[in-house]
């Protein structure tokens, strides 16, 4: 059975809730995006100490590390220096936690992907050097603001990687959101990026019927297929963790740019409300699962 957790963010700023609500879910993990109105490689050993210490007594693992490492611009030379420094921060907070998963990008999108393509790829030489010495997996999330929008491109990047230590994040919701250029997430995309995947992400997305463009909506009522994509998740025998994303609101839209670049205050705003529904959604469907 695959285990449940949220990335603590979604739902507040501040870990001693987070926890809190974990527990009550009895949720088995958190994915540290931002705590304290602080990114993951801005945190110090002082706030590492505190979230052990609330994180004890409890059953509360932490997971991974959501970072924002490579959401920058591939032309800016200084902006990619500084996001190797990110990775090398995320490494610690990660090892402080004992865990080995960081989530990463590539790069924003640019419209020329197949002329650069082999730039692109390169570009990993490093963060992989770095994370096969240190241990670490490096997650990689289909994520329709970047280079790696779909499934496909995912599992094309990660093929050509080729390394022990880069692993596949699967998101079906973004995988929706990449719209055209993205497959029905459930069946055909999860299928393509299966074989790969390491870590999974819940959150749901349907077309608004005013813009014509795709939201994110209460987990359950999007347009993802998430009973038949938690089925398979038990017929495949995914073990891993399922963390709730949901970029939600029920009271409020998050701006784009936010949804892009999560963290703070702002985008924590309402999100335990949105959580809590969507906490309560999913494990109704699991309810239903056939084990």
């Given at each position: 059975m695959f285990k449940v957790g949220?990335?603590?963010?979604?739902?507040?700023q501040d870990f001693q809730t987070v926890v809190d609500m974990a527990v009550e879910f009895n949720l088995d993990s958190i994915e540290v995006r931002s705590v304290w109105d602080k990114a993951p490689q801005e945190l110090t050993d002082q706030d590492i100490?505190?979230?052990k210490q609330i994180l004890e007594g409890t059953n509360v693992k932490i997971i991974g590390i959501a970072s924002p490492f490579y959401k920058c611009d591939i032309d800016n030379t200084e902006e990619r220096k500084e996001h190797i420094n990110i990775l090398k921060q995320c490494i610690k907070l990660a090892k402080a936690f004992d865990v080995n998963l960081i989530r990463t990008f590539v790069f924003w999108k640019i419209d020329n992907i197949e002329e650069r393509w082999g730039e692109i790829v390169g570009s990993y030489d490093e963060p992989v050097r770095i994370a096969e010495s240190e241990g670490i997996?490096?997650?990689?999330?289909?994520?329709?603001?970047?280079?790696?929008?779909t499934a496909k491109l995912t599992e094309r990047f990660i093929g050509e990687i080729d390394s022990p230590s880069v692993k596949a994040i699967w998101d079906p919701a973004n995988e929706a959101h990449a719209d055209q250029d993205g497959e029905t997430p459930f069946p055909d995309a999860y299928n393509r990026l299966k074989p790969f995947m390491i870590h999974a992400h819940l959150k749901d997305a349907a077309r608004d019927p005013k813009t014509r463009e795709m939201d994110s909506v209460e987990v359950g009522t999007g347009i993802i297929d998430w009973q038949g994509q938690l089925q398979a998740f038990i017929d495949d025998g995914y073990q891993g963790?399922?963390?709730?994303?949901?970029?939600?609101?029920?009271?409020?839209k998050l701006d784009e740019d936010i949804v892009h670049q999560p963290g703070g205050s702002a985008f924590s705003e309402a999100g335990e409300e949105a959580s809590r529904i969507c906490l309560k959604n999913l494990f109704e469907m699991i309810d239903k699962l056939e084990q």
């Open positions: 949220i990335i603590g963010d979604e739902a507040s100490d505190n979230m997996t490096l997650g990689m999330e289909n994520e329709y603001s970047t280079n790696l929008a963790h399922l963390t709730l994303e949901t970029h939600w609101r029920p009271t409020l």
